[in-house]
């Protein structure tokens, strides 16, 4: 690797430390970061938002090779150059909301993820014809798998019955954590209502052990949510997105089936922030029966 990045860029690195198929080294006391990127269609428009987004945050800055490409074959392999700003800080819930205030051009058509009810009722019926196949080789998944499918459900109809037309677009992430590194990834950016980010942070850090109903509170209180926004967001919290992604890495045989009982062993306390929330937005024509108790 060393041999192609002075080849394709013009680095001469004198030590490279691979994790996986990603590839770390400095260069002049700068970060970098070399990864397998495979979803070109959507390349071009991640690269023109990263140009925007470097003007106002310390995103990760892709870098072009030799002949101006962004994307480098190395072997048979795709590969993207970062130029890392910001590693290992954690981020705090304001971060997420300055990004959110990012006023950017919505040229992206290829990077939207707005149409929740098509995407997720799509990912449900995917799992369950998949469940039917091999849940016999899944126990956990099998006994668990119809409670977060009716959280999804429940999201699903606020979501369809939602106007959107005049819900604000803006800055969102495919996934989100509490690391910086994730949050000014460009090649985690996507296009997305405002809220999708916070409820995708709430989530992450309930299920990481750490107390959120405060924070939660705080950002409803401040942040002033129209009645589209607060039925939204509501639904973003009900989908159990947390639970989804350890599924799929299970089936893939990322991780083992165990890690699930990490999640299932906190439904009762999740239960209890959705409630709170469902609480204050009763007035939002919100039906949710079992949210009433």
């Given at each position: 690797?060393?041999?192609?990045?002075?080849?394709?860029?013009?680095?001469?690195?004198?030590?490279?430390?691979?994790?996986?198929?990603?590839?770390?080294?400095?260069?002049?006391?700068?970060?970098?970061?070399?990864?397998?990127?495979?979803?070109?269609?959507?390349?071009?428009?991640?690269?023109?938002?990263?140009?925007?987004?470097?003007?106002?945050?310390?995103?990760?800055?892709?870098?072009?090779?030799?002949?101006?490409?962004?994307?480098?074959?190395?072997?048979?392999?795709?590969?993207i150059l970062l130029k890392i700003f910001i590693d290992k800080k954690n981020?705090?819930?304001?971060?997420?909301?300055?990004?959110?205030?990012?006023?950017?051009?919505?040229?992206?058509?290829?990077?939207?993820?707005?149409?929740?009810?098509?995407?997720?009722?799509?990912?449900?019926?995917?799992?369950?014809?998949?469940?039917?196949?091999?849940?016999?080789?899944?126990?956990?998944?099998?006994?668990?798998?119809?409670?977060?499918?009716?959280?999804?459900?429940?999201?699903?109809?606020?979501?369809?019955?939602?106007?959107?037309?005049?819900?604000?677009?803006?800055?969102?992430?495919?996934?989100?954590?509490?690391?910086?590194?994730?949050?000014?990834?460009?090649?985690?950016?996507?296009?997305?209502?405002?809220?999708?980010?916070?409820?995708?942070?709430?989530?992450?850090?309930?299920?990481?052990?750490?107390?959120?109903?405060?924070?939660?509170?705080?950002?409803?209180?401040?942040?002033?949510?129209?009645?589209?926004?607060?039925?939204?967001?509501?639904?973003?919290?009900?989908?159990?997105?947390?639970?989804?992604?350890?599924?799929?890495?299970?089936?893939?045989?990322?991780?083992?089936?165990?890690?699930?009982?990490?999640?299932?062993?906190?439904?009762?306390?999740?239960?209890?922030?959705?409630?709170?929330?469902?609480?204050?937005?009763?007035?939002?024509?919100?039906?949710?029966?079992?949210?009433?108790?």
């Amino acid at each position: 690797m060393k041999n192609a990045l002075n080849y394709h860029y013009g680095l001469a690195i004198d030590t490279i430390h691979q994790k996986q198929k990603n590839y770390y080294f400095q260069v002049d006391n700068i970060n970098y970061l070399m990864m397998p990127y495979d979803n070109i269609e959507e390349i071009d428009e991640i690269y023109k938002l990263n140009v925007i987004l470097s003007n106002y945050f310390p995103f990760h800055q892709i870098v072009l090779n030799k002949q101006q490409n962004v994307i480098t074959n190395i072997n048979g392999d795709n590969y993207i150059l970062l130029k890392i700003f910001i590693d290992k800080k954690n981020i705090e819930i304001n971060d997420i909301i300055n990004l959110d205030n990012i006023n950017i051009p919505l040229e992206q058509k290829k990077l939207r993820r707005d149409n929740w009810y098509q995407l997720w009722t799509q990912k449900v019926d995917y799992f369950e014809y998949q469940l039917s196949q091999i849940g016999k080789k899944f126990p956990i998944i099998r006994e668990s798998f119809n409670y977060y499918v009716g959280l999804a459900e429940n999201a699903i109809t606020i979501v369809s019955n939602t106007n959107k037309d005049n819900i604000y677009l803006g800055l969102s992430h495919r996934r989100i954590d509490n690391t910086a590194f994730q949050l000014y990834n460009p090649l985690n950016c996507i296009i997305d209502l405002r809220i999708r980010d916070i409820c995708e942070y709430f989530k992450y850090c309930f299920f990481n052990n750490m107390d959120i109903i405060n924070e939660v509170n705080l950002f409803l209180i401040y942040n002033k949510l129209s009645h589209e926004e607060k039925r939204l967001f509501l639904a973003r919290m009900l989908f159990p997105t947390y639970y989804f992604d350890l599924y799929e890495k299970i089936i893939n045989n990322e991780i083992d089936e165990i890690e699930l009982k990490k999640v299932i062993s906190k439904t009762e306390g999740y239960e209890k922030i959705l409630k709170y929330i469902y609480l204050r937005f009763k007035d939002n024509d919100l039906n949710i029966e079992w949210l009433e108790n």
